[in-house]
């Protein structure tokens, strides 16, 4: 036997105990017993071994199942011994060959001999009996287990709970007591098909107060399989992934979670597209959904932020018409909350409504519980902490923030500006690292200090409470998307310079000597590189849509599109693209040879594309074959292929007899979107044709792109 378990230890008793029973074949009658014994065990260690192989037991479980088979291997052992004993081996020639067969000895089995072995056999085989069936009990609840995860992760794989824990924790004690006092709220939590809307200004805490009211729920219900709880938290952000039946699934996920099996209604649609791997339409979620809330006794379905449910094709309107059917029909009490949307309150004009707002008392107990975090000298004067206290308690009823942040000292407001201009016209959410590297960033150096970077609590402090850390993400964010809204509306007076100041700080970044060495030559090199940079990753995707939008182009930029080195690191971190986790050197599936033009034509940066004409022909090609107008034209920036293809095609077009034919620039535009099409069906067609009021009709040759033919 081995010091470490493993199926090939019960097979090793397995294999001797059938070894025994061979040879009790000619045994006298005393024998049978004993034998009967053997057979019992053997049969036993085999479903032993059967179950074993379908699962793997744990620490504790290996080192029972090894004692135990220890155990059968020595009795076993032992009874070969006494076998031995009481009779001898005769070899015999017959027809088949010589055989070995055992010749019992004419003794009767001493008493002590069987009964201390038939003990030793039986306890063996209780032992061996019940881990058997443990091991049986847990395979079967390992699959069922298994089966209902992966139904579950197939109705959706989103999961509100890190969101509900992240909100709960931020409550302060004692805070939204109100609402849950309420008589509007007992009189939902107590009674059946009941509505109730709770609308709030921006700000106001209905997201706290929202995971306040789940948090309730929980607690008195969260044990009791006759109660069903199932919440969605909507998010602007989430559009993708929150349609209509995208949020019902959750619903219907959440409620199938509270039941201790899976049921057969959520099986039967599994089963249903399985094999199709398909999804299941809305109307079937719906049926499912409807027939998982009867299992219940009584069911809570709570919405937050309906104003951010905003997917297209009446998303919210659909959603909400099954939840108040499934209100009306099935019974289910629904709790949701929005901002003042006039669409969305005349959906609940007939249900209760109540008001959230941010109350003095709970503002009071919030800043009671930040007391700790002010300089020392405020706690220990009881009339600046009041002061302090009825000041944010009014700063919370209305105070213009931005005035605030105004009235800090020059360093700290100019920190919050920057902060608050990046976040709002960055082209996607920024991580900590991201931002912090980009408010490090010092024009004209070639590196970045270190000693620059802002500490995270400094970003979020200055911009008096319109910023805030995703936990989850580690993204920072404004507080609320009508805050983005808002900065977004008003960009050209708060942001004026944003877009220059953006790309010069990107431009800048990706000139950093670190880049010049061009191109990383493998995976590992370029990830390292991702690492070491944070901002690289967006600063490669995002300088040129910032670039775009700027009145005046920034000298930087045309430095850095004629740095050969640079443009094709920044090209790498562009167009690289691992499409799993498996991929491998995927960071050399990038174009070679990319030049300053390609960049600038990809972006559609037509100031910058106009001065590098001089310098690169138009007809330049990359690794992959492509010149700058391919690039401009699979961006569809048409200016930029209306230059290039103006630029190209009066020295390529000629007449009948070999003449060059000079194009109008009038004629430019048509012939651009001509041209743009002609190339998305490249290598599908040899010629595609085309008429210009200039030239008539031409055809041109994908393969060659611009070599024109005479037509009439």
Known sequence: ???????????????????????????????????????????????????????????????????????????????????????????NRGNLGERVTRVWKKLKWEPEDIRDLRNRITSNSSQTAFATRKGINRLNKRLDDQERLTVLDWLTPIDYAPEQSGFIKLRQAGTGQWLLDSPEFQTWLQGDKQALFCPGIPGAGKTILTSIVIDELITRFGNDENFGIAYVYCNFRRKHEQKAEDLLASLLKQLAQGRSSLLECVKSLYAKHKQNRSRPSFNEISETLQSTIMMYS??????????????????????????????????????????????????????????????????????????????????????????????????????????????????????????????????????????????????????????????????????????????????????????????????????????????????????????????????????????????????AHNWGHHARETLTLPQVVMDFLGCEAKVQASSQALMASKWSRDSSNYSQ?????????????????????????????????????????????????????????????????TDKHGRRLPILKRDGYDLCKKVRECHMMEGHQPYYELFTPTLGRLQVDPRTWFYFKWEG
Request: aromatic share 10%; proline share 4%; net charge negative.
């Open 298 to 539: 009584k069911v809570f379905i709570i919405v937050d932020a309906l104003d951010e449910c905003q997917s297209p094709d009446g998303c919210r309107s659909r959603f909400l018409a099954e939840i108040f059917y499934l209100n009306a029909e099935c019974g289910a009490n629904f709790f949701a909350t929005s901002r003042f949307v006039s669409e969305i309150m005349g959906k609940f004009d007939r249900s209760t409504s109540l008001e959230i707002r941010a109350s003095a008392e709970d503002v009071r107990r919030y800043v009671d519980g930040r007391m700790s975090h002010l300089p020392s000298f405020v706690g220990r004067s009881p009339d600046l902490k009041e002061e302090v206290k009825a000041g944010i308690v009014r700063a919370a009823d209305g105070i213009d923030t931005m005035e605030r942040i105004k009235g800090q000292v020059v360093d700290q407001e100019e920190l919050a500006m920057q902060v608050l201009s990046w976040i709002t016209c960055a082209r996607r959410p920024l991580t900590i690292p991201e931002l912090q590297h980009a408010l490090a960033v010092e024009v004209g150096e070639p590196q970045l200090d270190e000693e620059n970077l802002p500490q995270i609590e400094d970003m979020i402090s200055v911009c008096a409470g319109l910023a805030t850390v995703d936990e989850e993400s580690k993204i920072i964010r404004l507080v609320h998307y009508t805050t983005q809204e808002y900065f977004e509306r008003t960009q050209k007076d708060w942001f004026p310079h944003a877009e220059a100041n953006i790309t010069t700080i990107c431009i800048t970044y990706l000139s950093f000597t670190d880049f010049e060495s061009g191109l990383c030559g493998t995976d590992s090199e370029f990830e390292q590189r991702l690492r070491a940079n944070p901002l690289y990753d967006y600063a």
């Open 589 to 653: 599936w990038v174009p070679r040879q990319i030049t300053g033009l390609h960049l600038a034509a990809y972006f559609g940066i037509q100031e910058a594309v106009k001065a590098l004409l001089g310098a690169y022909s138009p007809y330049t090609r990359d690794s992959d074959y492509k010149m700058p107008m391919s690039w401009a034209a699979k961006n569809e920036h048409e200016a930029v292929v209306n230059l290039l293809f103006t630029e190209m095609v009066i020295i390529k077009a």
């Open 1 to 91: 036997m081995s010091f470490g378990f493993s199926i090939g230890d019960f097979i090793t008793v397995l294999n001797l105990a059938n070894k025994i029973r061979k040879e009790f074949v000619s045994a006298p009658s005393q024998f049978k017993n004993i034998c009967d014994e053997v057979r019992s065990l053997s049969i036993i260690v085999q479903d032993v071994d059967i179950a074993l192989s379908a699962c793997e037991p744990n620490h504790q479980q290996k080192a029972d199942l090894r004692q135990i088979a220890s155990s059968c291997h020595n009795i076993l052992v032992d009874l070969e011994k006494t076998l031995d004993k009481y009779g001898e081996m005769e070899h």
